[in-house]
């Protein structure tokens, strides 16, 4: 089977999924307005499905790879109520893939999933940067109401529930356990998906000794945090992503008369969620590149 790609559908459909994706439409208000939008004998439904996640199709790298050592791990809450979880993967010394500096500590990388919590797909994002040689880890925002419920519609009615201060106080807290890892080299850097790349620049405006923060299509901090953020950013943009590309002007304004060192790449042609291989909304190209970026990044951000 051929897989399907942007170009297999009409943009406005692909807005329509997008609202959806991000709470400003329901399944139900999709349904209705997408039907303008499918080829001939194709119904609204048929279009959702063929949108949605397909983890098993994109997944890269196996939960049980022998190169890595993964595992779930709980940490306490910063407001010292309850526990939160996460996703640590680590190269694994035994498959020979280990290559630290002469303290024997590897970098470690913050993944900071979309608005469906821990997925199997950010899992393989963790992955992925574990076998590039980081210690990766994915914490479930989702935790504290019970975990990534294994349904991506599930999983966005949860994420409502949420209440953001204490989430953005808990990725803080993931961070800081990551800085303390004792085999972790004490340099931090975090990559974020959409949501997750709102989450990879608010940590930029709150964590002083943040080495190094991607984000991927993310919401904007505020311009009055900007002149907190020490950090040396790379900021990935999709260019067929109005929503999030109405605030980057006013982001880059803020990080000039800042003097942050930055640096901002809007690939062409592309929709939001273009690294997502598990839709069609991915694009292999500019993913490709995004990636390469994005490690080599950390490669010099982080490994010294």
Not at 23 to 51: D, H, I, K, P
Not at 134 to 140: E, G, H, L, R, V
Not at 161 to 185: S, Y
Not at 222 to 243: F, H, N, S, W
């Amino acid at each position: 089977m051929t897989r399907k790609t942007t170009r297999d559908f009409h943009p406005e459909a692909l807005k329509l999924f997008d609202q959806y994706v991000h709470g400003q439409l329901s399944r139900r208000g999709f349904l209705q307005q997408a039907g303008r939008f499918t080829a001939a004998g194709v119904s609204a439904e048929a279009l959702l499905l063929s949108l949605t996640p397909n983890f098993a199709e994109a997944q890269q790298v196996a939960p049980d790879d022998k190169r890595l050592s993964a595992s779930y791990v709980e940490y306490p809450s910063p407001d010292g109520y309850g526990k939160l979880r996460g996703y640590l993967v680590k190269p694994a010394v035994a498959g020979g893939v280990k290559t630290a500096n002469a303290k024997g500590k590897l970098p470690t990388v913050l993944v900071a999933h979309e608005n469906r919590g821990l997925n199997p797909h950010i899992e393989d994002i963790a992955r992925r940067i574990a076998l590039a040689n980081f210690i990766a880890f994915a914490p479930d925002a989702l935790f504290p109401l019970g975990g990534y419920p294994g349904d991506e519609d599930k999983a966005r009615e949860l994420f409502t529930k949420l209440e953001q201060p204490k989430t953005r106080a808990d990725f803080i807290a993931a961070a800081r356990q990551l800085k303390a890892l004792p085999d972790g080299n004490g340099k931090v850097g975090v990559v974020g998906f959409c949501y997750g790349g709102g989450v990879a620049n608010y940590l930029a405006t709150q964590l002083p000794d943040l080495a190094a923060a991607v984000p991927f299509y993310g919401a904007q901090p505020p311009a009055d945090t900007v002149a907190a953020i020490k950090a040396p950013l790379l900021l990935q943009y999709a260019e067929q992503d109005e929503r999030i590309n109405a605030g980057w002007p006013a982001y880059e304004t803020a990080l000039k008369a800042a003097k942050v060192n930055y640096q901002a790449f809007i690939y062409p042609g592309v929709q939001h969620g273009f690294n997502n291989d598990t839709t069609p909304r991915y694009d292999a190209a500019a993913a490709k590149l995004a990636w390469e970026r994005t490690i080599g990044f950390f490669e010099t951000q982080l490994r010294a």
